[in-house]
């Protein structure tokens, strides 16, 4: 799993007047919870880029006032007009609690109905997975090599490795749709034979 390193500083008060100070200052007013106490405190605002603007799950480690944390991003609040990170909260990571992340599906292989002119199709682009920090996956490889014109790969197809899917097991992730293409091969193909 990637993971993105931030540092914040404690916060001192807790409210809107002190919400109001750190956001003109171009900070973030955050809290994590997770293990024991809430901690409330704040980031620049640049260091979210990398988590936003990235469409890999991480986690992030953040660095407050020289103790480091093991945290995901559970919530994030934008402004409603410029967009820019108005407050996020931090989930701390336990070795013997899962979490749940939604994590990108990929593909490997070429399926043998796109190579007849068939148009492989996400029914589902992420999938939740639901298991312990060590055992998240960066991705959900799937290999579609052997997927023809109008088959598909369910849910409960995908091999699962120390996680388990919280989406329904019947639920559509990839299929193979037709198109004019496979049609076409599909007639000159029963022809021939």
């Given at each position: 799993m990637r993971i993105v390193s931030m540092s914040g500083a404690l916060r001192e008060h807790v409210g809107k007047k002190d919400a109001k100070a750190l956001r003109r200052e171009d900070k973030v007013p955050c809290?994590?919870?997770?293990?024991?106490?809430?901690?409330?405190?704040?980031?620049?605002?640049?260091?979210?880029?990398?988590i936003i603007f990235n469409p890999e799950p991480c986690f992030v480690e953040i660095d407050i006032n020289g103790?480091?944390?093991?945290a995901m991003l559970k919530d994030i609040d934008f402004h409603p007009v410029t967009d820019i990170v108005y407050h996020a909260d931090f989930y701390e990571l336990s070795d013997d609690k899962p979490i749940v992340m939604s994590i990108p599906v990929h593909t490997t292989g070429t399926s043998v109905g796109v190579m007849k002119g068939g148009k492989l199709a996400y029914k589902q682009k992420r999938l939740n997975v639901k298991a312990l920090p060590a055992n998240m996956p960066n991705e959900i490889l799937v290999d579609i090599t052997k997927l023809d014109v109008a088959q598909r790969i369910k849910v409960?197809?995908?091999?699962?490795?120390?996680?388990?899917?919280?989406?329904?097991?019947?639920?559509?992730?990839?299929?193979?749709?037709?198109?004019?293409?496979?049609?076409?091969?599909?007639?000159?193909?029963?022809a021939a034979e």
């Amino acid at each position: 799993m990637r993971i993105v390193s931030m540092s914040g500083a404690l916060r001192e008060h807790v409210g809107k007047k002190d919400a109001k100070a750190l956001r003109r200052e171009d900070k973030v007013p955050c809290v994590m919870y997770g293990k024991g106490e809430q901690i409330a405190f704040s980031v620049a605002q640049t260091q979210f880029d990398r988590i936003i603007f990235n469409p890999e799950p991480c986690f992030v480690e953040i660095d407050i006032n020289g103790t480091k944390h093991s945290a995901m991003l559970k919530d994030i609040d934008f402004h409603p007009v410029t967009d820019i990170v108005y407050h996020a909260d931090f989930y701390e990571l336990s070795d013997d609690k899962p979490i749940v992340m939604s994590i990108p599906v990929h593909t490997t292989g070429t399926s043998v109905g796109v190579m007849k002119g068939g148009k492989l199709a996400y029914k589902q682009k992420r999938l939740n997975v639901k298991a312990l920090p060590a055992n998240m996956p960066n991705e959900i490889l799937v290999d579609i090599t052997k997927l023809d014109v109008a088959q598909r790969i369910k849910v409960q197809d995908i091999p699962t490795n120390n996680f388990e899917f919280l989406n329904p097991k019947s639920s559509e992730v990839l299929v193979v749709n037709s198109t004019r293409a496979s049609a076409t091969a599909d007639t000159t193909e029963a022809a021939a034979e």
